[in-house]
Structure formats: structure tokens, C-alpha cells
């Protein structure tokens, strides 16, 4: 890595010749503005994003964050941008970088200034974080820096060996983290593999019983609910995460394996890219699916699918695949529902087997530990 100037490094990047989508909210536009004003810009960026208003944002990827300002969600920004550039490039090599910061404003702020930088490859996650001195610089100034930070990133992940110099200050330092996925994670996140198995499963041997979730994270719920199946069914019980969501940006390499690595080494965790029970019917026929309450109403509820017809007939694939439904109990506020008081549609509820309160009860939630761990952060 050598350091160099600003119209060299986007020369460099040019040059290279790799086609990206940028994304960037909080601060860094003065990037795209630096990569468009040399020539050789319609090599490289297909398309530049500033979804700075938190509804833009969501709109941007499928939801809103958790928190505005986050590696995190400088991740999602990334994957979000890489699937979209693929979709305006589908053949070769592109990339997505997103980048999200919180800055000087006309208001204080209660946090840090921050800014967090993503880039996502067929092959590589990686990200860079800086947390800025709390008022030693001006807007303009902090703008500066995240700028350089974002060109820095686009550099790296086009291979350019260049990098701006940071004005930083002491005590002020770019943390950096790369993750290499493995190749069959690659395939997986490619869409030429539709499942990838970790743990102690064999890819060529298919479970009998399914836990299917997020497991974001993975908690003693999560744990009571695979162990009370086990005895029902009488099998082990695979965990399966799905890479892709229906609306939202696909799990990044860093994404995948920090999940992953929740279980133990005797747990079979499969990874799949089925975001839908009719798709993960399709991957695991024959087997018995571990869903919350909350999760079989939803796969009964004619709005997921566009009409009643549709719905009917997704069902009617996931019962001919020889797959059926242990429903466990879920809470919801103070009340905790069960199969037995779901309005189901005949055909799913003839799929289901329900779970009494008595032999499972617990109101843990992913989501109220990760709201728990999480601090309100300001978005501009």
C-alpha cells in the first residue's frame, strides 16, 4: 500500500475496471463526486445512492436497521448495493460498498461521530470503522475524512493498491476487518449451491426434522424448543438458517459464519438459500419443520402470497413433499398462543402437529436481546 492523491487513486480505480454500486447516508457523497469527475467513471460505477432520509434507507434495504449507524448496517448498505449490481451487471466481477456515518450537525450528539464502510465481493466482506474526535473538526472537515475513508474501500476492493492519507488525530485509528468466505459459502451466496452444511451433518445425507430461523442470536429458547422436538420426533433436530430473505439484502460472508459459529460442533447447522417453506420443502422433503406459533399463521395468511389460490397451492406443494409442521407455543405480550387457538387454513392445519404450553413455555426473543444490547443511535 502506498499512499497518493485523490485523482490518482480513483485513476487507479478506473483503470481496474471492476463495476460497483455505491451507497452512502450520514456523510461520504464527496466520494461519488470523486469518482465521477475522472474519466473512466462508466467502468466502474454503475449506479450511486445517497438514501439519506431513514424511510430512503429502509426503502434501500428492504427494512429499517436496527441502527442507522453500525457495521452492521454498513453491511446491509454493501450487500444491498452487490445485489444490485448484479443485477445491472450479471456477467463478471462486481462489487457493492455502503458506507453509513453520524457527524457534526447543526444539533449535539449524544454518541460518538462515526462513520462505518463496507465492501462486499462474490469472494470477501470487509469492513472499516473510525470513530472521529468529538468536536475537533467541522462538518466539512469530518466530511473530508469520510470521503477518503469510502475511496480507501472502493481502492481495496478493486484491488488498487493506492489509499489517501487520513488527516487523523492522536488516539483516532481505522479499524479493518476481512473475511474470506469459503468456497462452497461463495457458491451458496452465487446462487449455485442450495445448501451448505456445517457441524456434524453430511451434505449428502438430508435431516428428518428441521429447525429453521435466524438465530440472530441463537438463544436457550432457541435450545429447549430443538430438544423438546428431538423427543417428540424421536430424531435428531438440523438448525437451518436461510442466507436470503424475502426482501432484504442476502447474509454476507461475516454474517454467515458469525451465526455459525453459536452452535456446537455436534450440531448439524445447514445454510440454505430458501427463505420461503415451500423452497425449504423442496430442499429437505420428508422432513418435519420446528416453527414457532407466530411462523405457521404467517405461511396461512393469504397476504404472503397474493390470493387464496396461490396460498392453497403452496401448501398443497409443501404436503406433497411429504413435510409437515411441530408448532410450538409462542408469546406475544403478556399472552402466549398455541396452535389450538390459530385460525389455520384446513389444508395447513392438517400439516401440523402442536406442542402443549406444559411441555414447552418460553418468552425469550431474538429480537428483544439484540433491542436489549442496542443503544439509540442518531442517523445523520
Not at 447543526?106 to 462486499?120: E, F, M
Not at 445448501?195 to 453430511?202: D, E, F, I, Q, T
Not at 399472552?335 to 384446513?346: I, V
Amino acid at each position: 500500500m502506498t499512499f497518493t492523491t485523490q485523482t490518482l487513486l480513483v485513476q487507479e480505480v478506473h483503470a481496474a475496471g471492476t463495476p460497483l454500486v455505491l451507497a452512502v447516508t450520514g456523510g461520504g457523497s464527496g466520494a461519488i463526486s470523486a469518482l465521477l469527475q475522472q474519466p473512466g467513471a462508466s467502468r466502474t460505477v454503475l449506479e450511486a445512492v445517497v438514501p439519506y432520509a431513514p424511510t430512503a434507507l429502509a426503502t434501500f434495504l428492504g427494512g429499517p436497521p436496527e441502527q442507522y449507524c453500525s457495521e452492521r448496517t454498513a453491511r446491509l448498505m454493501a450487500m444491498a448495493a452487490y445485489r444490485r449490481a448484479r443485477t445491472l451487471a450479471p456477467a463478471g466481477e462486481v462489487l457493492g460498498v455502503g458506507a453509513t456515518a453520524s457527524l457534526a450537525s447543526d444539533r449535539t450528539k449524544r454518541g460518538p461521530h462515526r462513520v462505518y464502510v463496507a465492501w462486499q465481493s462474490s469472494s470477501t466482506t470487509a469492513t472499516s470503522h473510525l470513530e472521529l474526535e468529538k468536536g475537533a473538526r467541522s462538518r466539512t472537515e469530518e466530511e473530508q475524512i469520510v470521503a477518503a475513508l469510502v475511496l480507501n474501500a472502493v481502492a481495496a476492493a478493486t484491488g488498487a493498491h493506492g489509499r489517501l492519507e487520513l488527516p487523523l488525530r492522536a488516539g483516532e485509528q481505522v479499524q479493518e476487518l476481512l473475511v474470506q468466505g469459503a468456497p462452497d459459502e461463495q457458491e451458496l451466496l452465487a446462487g449455485t449451491a442450495p445448501l451448505v452444511v456445517r457441524g456434524s451433518a453430511s451434505i449428502d445425507q438430508l435431516p428428518r426434522a428441521v429447525f429453521s430461523g435466524a438465530f440472530h442470536p441463537l438463544h436457550v429458547g432457541h435450545r429447549r424448543m430443538a430438544d423438546v422436538a428431538a423427543r417428540i420426533l424421536g430424531c435428531p433436530v438440523a438448525f437451518e438458517i436461510s442466507i436470503e430473505n424475502v426482501d432484504k439484502p442476502p447474509l454476507d460472508f461475516l454474517e454467515m459464519q458469525t451465526r455459525v459459529r453459536q452452535f456446537d460442533p455436534s450440531d448439524a447447522v445447514w445454510l440454505s438459500v430458501a427463505p420461503t417453506f415451500v423452497k425449504k420443502s423442496s430442499l429437505f422433503p420428508g422432513c418435519t419443520f420446528v416453527v414457532g406459533a407466530d411462523t405457521v399463521e404467517r405461511i396461512g395468511q393469504e397476504r404472503y402470497y397474493g390470493s387464496p389460490q396461490a396460498m392453497e397451492a403452496a401448501i398443497a406443494e409443501i404436503a406433497a413433499r411429504g413435510c409437515r409442521f411441530l408448532v410450538f407455543g409462542r408469546a406475544a405480550g403478556e399472552s402466549f398462543h398455541t396452535l389450538d387457538e390459530l385460525r389455520l387454513p384446513q389444508s395447513l392445519a392438517a400439516l401440523c402437529q402442536g406442542v402443549l404450553a406444559a411441555d414447552f413455555r418460553e418468552d425469550i426473543s431474538s429480537t428483544a436481546i439484540r433491542r436489549a444490547g442496542s443503544t439509540p443511535e442518531d442517523a445523520s
